[in-house]
């Protein structure tokens, strides 16, 4: 496997070099983006052109690549008032389920790659994860809190099942009896489900399954390589009856592209046997927004302008507000008329009536090789 330091390496990141920032057809087919747009740090730009002899036609379909990044710390901390966790790690860079509107997608930037197809295409796996987080846990500074798995990028995406790095995390924190919520759109995650069953006989886990559509053909536009609606719907279904709380999450809201199935969404996963929910409102950071126009205008051409004059209505007249209080939920009347329908059905439903905290009482630091023994 070829590290980070290398990759850089090879391909001239941090020396302006880029990926090309178009793609034909064949290559982007079954990826969210459209294109491979330069990231915001690079100096130069380089644009795929047809030179007459048709040669773009021979461009190979992106295939999945995988490096590995031996990183030295694992818990990110954030002091966002509007997220509901302070700790969260990340045992993968980059997504394959390559939804169109991920907000994760602006920070490949930072490893000199596009937020467009190197995002869901290149891919970074932490295989020394779970030591990593087992020294971070042990530290004497460490004070035990809710930790959310996957609150960047998907920590159960198709590779996974390869690298099986998120499994080996929970293998830790349950060794630790630390908290976790876990965010997802995978159905992979019942492959775990024995640890997270154990977890959710001590109050230590919550899994929150992001159901964007109902509808099949919409959902495969907006994340081609993540979960059938049905299939997240089944692990909803499957993890409540074996006593895991969990929450649906309506996410990200796309004013009149899924926004119409808030309602379908709730009712289904309370059939389920789901407790809670919430909702997010689509947000377009840095790259993004550009990212998206192109999907939008290539999957829903016939609203494309009432999509995005929409979005800016709720956002003030501007693409994006990531002012706390407003990035998540948005302002203005479709705003309000969006957050009420939610909480109707939500209160009709009987969710989120009664919210579980996750103990952090619980936690202790299992005896590491070289400990002194206690004497009783």
């Known amino acids: 496997m070829v590290t980070v330091r290398e990759f850089t390496a090879q391909h001239g990141i941090g020396r302006g070099a ?23 740090f690079e100096s130069n730009k380089r644009l795929l052109f047809d030179d007459g002899w048709q040669t773009l036609d021979d461009q190979p379909a992106l295939k999945t690549e995988v490096f590995e990044e031996q990183p030295k710390g694992l818990i990110n901390r954030n002091s966002s008032p509007d997220l509901g ?27 000199g790659l596009s937020p467009g197809l190197d995002f869901e295409s290149k891919l970074f796996a ?4 779970a030591e990593v987080l087992r020294r971070e846990l042990s530290a004497p500074g460490y004070k035990p809190s809710l930790i959310v798995l996957g609150g960047n990028t998907d920590a159960y ?12 995390i929970l293998e830790v924190l349950l060794e630790f009896n630390n908290p976790i919520g876990i965010v997802t ?11 997270l069953q154990a ?6 886990v919550n899994v929150a399954i992001s159901v964007t559509s109902l509808d099949g053909a919409i959902a495969r536009k907006m994340e081609p390589r993540a979960a059938t609606p049905m299939k997240r719907m089944q692990a909803l279904e499957v993890l409540a009856a074996s006593g895991i709380p969990t929450t649906v999450m309506v996410a990200p809201v796309v004013p009149a592209i899924n926004d119409s199935e808030i309602e379908a969404i709730l009712k289904a996963a309370s059939a389920a046997g789901v407790k809670e929910a919430g909702y997010i409102i689509l947000r377009l ?38 002012t706390f ?17 939610f909480e109707v059905m939500a209160k009709r439903l009987g969710l989120n009536e009664f919210k579980r905290d996750l103990r952090t009482d619980l936690f202790e630091r299992p005896p590491q090789p070289g400990d002194q023994l206690s004497l009783l």
């Open 18 to 40: 880029v990926e090309t920032p178009t793609a034909t057809r064949k290559m982007a087919r079954g990826r969210g983006a459209r294109t491979n747009v330069s990231g915001r």
């Open 85 to 111: 966790f302070d700790l969260s790690v990340n045992p993968y860079r980059g997504c394959e389920h390559g939804c169109s509107y991920c907000y994760a997608r602006p920070a490949h930037a930072y490893v």
């Open 126 to 129: 932490k295989p020394n994860a």
């Open 157 to 168: 995406q198709p590779i996974e099942r390869r690298y099986r790095i998120t499994r080996q």
């Open 185 to 195: 759109k995978s159905a992979l995650v019942l492959r775990d489900l024995d640890i």
């Open 199 to 204: 977890m959710a006989e001590k109050d230590l």
């Open 285 to 322: 950071p840095l790259e993004l927004r550009e990212l998206f126009r192109e999907w939008l205008q290539s999957e829903f051409p016939d609203r494309a302008a009432h999509v995005l004059s929409l979005l800016k209505s709720m956002r003030e007249g501007k693409d994006y507000d990531p």
């Open 325 to 341: 209080g407003k990035r998540m939920k948005g302002v203005g009347p479709y705003a309000w008329s969006i957050g009420r329908r």
